[in-house]
């Protein structure tokens, strides 16, 4: 599969409204006709285009928003409560929206610039997920979370909600939520509305649909009579939820498993009511039936979750209500995706070494893990890291391995002895971003020649810091003896070293022409990023590469794309990034 063709061109169009993330994470989905009217599994209604206007409301320190007590609002037995409203001080900008400090981030004060954000909307929303690249992932993500004032031309709480949109679509279930509660409920549009579901869904948390009640009445009316059923049992509240459910059953445009599982949830909640679950029918996972099962602790049959995708498996990474060893598949495609981090698998794993029987301890890999860390000698954490390795089984999965062992990878002292295991123990810290552990092993890679010595050099080269002289000699050499289909190591090599000011870009062009390597390519994409970049948009510069890498398998990513990415990450102060991007090209292909 070839990264689908950047529609680039037409970003600037109106703003599409959001399909359910049922449909984005099913592998296969029931038929339309199979709950009428768009029931859950079956095709959403599209969101309406939000009215909101551009600029909200003052949010002064004024007490306006109280409303003023008085005799006729005093009346008892009303049907339903006035909903609490913010005070002014209280109500939070919704322009700057985000947890992490750009700053912090490498991505300056201002990431979007002056970039349109009807265009970085359009990009964010057509983008495929997931992407080749595991540290484009995290940059990406990173940045999707930055506290930045929203670009021009977008509605703020719009803004937030396609960014919490696309990173549901990445597998960040977490990252989405914290940006969704970084805006008052009373200012929700409904894409917000729809988004925020899909969020409390993907994070297994029934309870988070009930603030939205209201958003839900009129945006998801098919959902509406079993929100209300769940958020009455949780308010302590068991008859209205057994009647809610009952009509429902009666009158909904509901059934089957979906409304199980909702009346599961009413139990669950103390509502009194037993459901049988009955999973045989059922043929796709949708959002709904994801998030009600793990927000009751229940794991779906494996024939479901193994077709579902690698982002809502890794939203199942995160269930709190699953043990360590039941989410650990789901983990270690998380960590592959980029979802989690070196010492997210690394606390996982020490729950479970945590968790189990002492005497069982010995045949598990979480013992090996351990040794890799604090085995008696180095030739005993050595073969743990390789028992460690050999986990891995494809290219995700090898990835998340790699990360797994990378803090013990750095503990093995560099040794021409260790030739052979040299190219994954770099690997291994690159994909943590330990450079300079990795940089260690410089001149041990020096002085070998073989293709051992090749993987070696390629990826410190680009992935250590402070490379000062590549040497044109090595890069030829490199090439000669590069046997990978269409010399595509090759052509990631040249890429990545002049993306990163580390060859001339004469060099480039001439070793491109000697060997074919089609660095040459332009496009519209190419020039719209190489311009972000001279602009000074690092955020928006991150889109654009996310955009450039819509593929799984990194062989399938045109190396003018590496090119321009990492000139672009550079030029824009993520030399970092920029670097572990490249290194990760030479590493997993």
């Given amino acids: 599969m070839r990264t ?3 529609l680039v061109a037409a970003a600037a169009a109106a703003a599409i409204a959001i399909p359910a993330i049922a449909q984005q994470m099913a592998q296969t989905q029931p038929s339309p006709t199979q709950y009428p009217n768009g029931g859950i599994g079956a095709t959403q209604p599209q969101p309406q285009p939000s009215t909101a206007p551009n600029t909200l409301g003052d949010t002064g320190a004024d007490e306006t928003a109280v409303q003023e007590v008085n005799a006729a609002n005093l009346r008892p037995s009303q049907p339903v409560q006035p909903p609490v409203e913010y005070p002014g001080w209280a109500r939070r900008d919704p322009w700057v929206v985000g947890r ?8 300056g004060s201002d990431p979007w610039g002056g970039a349109s954000g009807a265009f970085l909307s359009t990009l964010m929303r057509r983008m495929d997920t997931p992407i080749a690249s595991r540290w484009v992932h995290i940059a990406l993500r990173d940045a999707l979370l930055a506290k ?3 670009p021009r031309n977008v509605n703020p709480v719009d803004w937030v909600a396609e960014r919490s949109w696309l990173l549901l679509r990445m597998g960040e279930a977490d990252a989405a939520r914290m940006l969704v509660d970084g805006v008052d409920t009373t200012g929700f549009t409904p894409k917000m509305v729809q988004v925020a579901v899909q969020t409390a869904l993907a994070t297994a948390d029934a309870a988070a649909l009930c603030p939205l009640e209201s958003g839900i009445r009129q945006y998801e009316p098919a959902i509406r009579q079993l929100v209300q059923a769940m958020c009455a049992s949780l308010a302590g509240d068991p008859d209205s939820a057994s009647a809610q459910i009952d009509d429902a059953r009666r009158h909904g445009r509901i059934g089957g498993v979906d409304l199980a599982l909702a009346e599961k949830v009413v139990g669950a909640a103390g509502g009194g009511r037993a459901a049988t679950i009955e999973w045989e029918p059922v043929d796709g996972l949708t959002s709904w039936r994801f998030g009600l099962a793990a927000a009751t602790g229940m794991i779906p049959p494996d024939r479901l979750i193994n077709a579902a995708s690698p982002q809502l498996r ?4 995160r269930t709190p209500l699953y043990s360590p060893q039941q989410r650990l598949p789901a983990a270690m495609i998380a960590a ?9 698998l690394v606390d996982l794993y020490s729950a479970i070494y945590d968790s189990t029987d002492p005497t069982d301890l010995p045949t598990t890999d979480a013992w090996q893990l351990r040794q890799a860390f604090v085995g008696k000698d180095e030739a005993t954490r050595l073969a743990a890291i390789q028992h460690m390795l050999a986990i891995g089984k494809d ?3 090898k990835e998340a391995a790699r990360a797994l062992v990378a803090r013990a990878a750095t503990l093995v002292t560099p040794d021409a002895k260790l030739a052979k295991d040299a190219p994954d123990l770099i690997s291994a810290m690159l994909a943590a971003g330990d450079d300079r552990a990795a940089a260690r ?3 041990i890679a020096g002085g070998m020649d073989d293709e051992d010595g090749d993987r070696c050099w390629a990826m410190l080269a680009l992935g250590a810091p402070d490379v000062t002289n590549v040497g044109t000699s090595r890069i030829g050499g490199f090439i000669r003896r590069d046997k990978s289909p269409h010399k595509v190591r090759s052509a990631f090599l040249v890429a990545g070293l002049a993306g990163l000011g580390r060859i001339s870009t004469d060099t480039a062009n001439s070793l491109n022409r000697r060997y074919g390597l089609g660095l040459g390519g332009t496009s519209s994409w190419t020039r719209i990023i190489d311009s972000a970049a001279g602009r000074g ?14 593929t799984r398998d990194w062989t399938k990513v045109p190396p003018s794309h590496l090119f321009h990415a990492l000139s672009a990450l550079n030029r824009t102060g993520q030399d970092f990034i920029a670097r572990m991007i490249a290194a990760e090209a030479l590493s997993r292909t």
């Fill in 314 to 317: 890794a939203c199942e990474a």
């Fill in 441 to 443: 092993w410089i001149p």
């Fill in 4 to 6: 689908k063709p950047l």
């Fill in 395 to 397: 290219g995700g999965q």
């Fill in 537 to 550: 948009q690092p955020g928006t510069v991150l889109v654009l590469t996310g955009t450039g890498f819509q």
């Fill in 336 to 344: 592959g995706l980029g979802v989690f981090s070196s010492q997210s």
């Fill in 100 to 107: 992490l400090d750009p700053a912090a981030e490498g991505l």
């Fill in 148 to 150: 930045a004032r929203a």
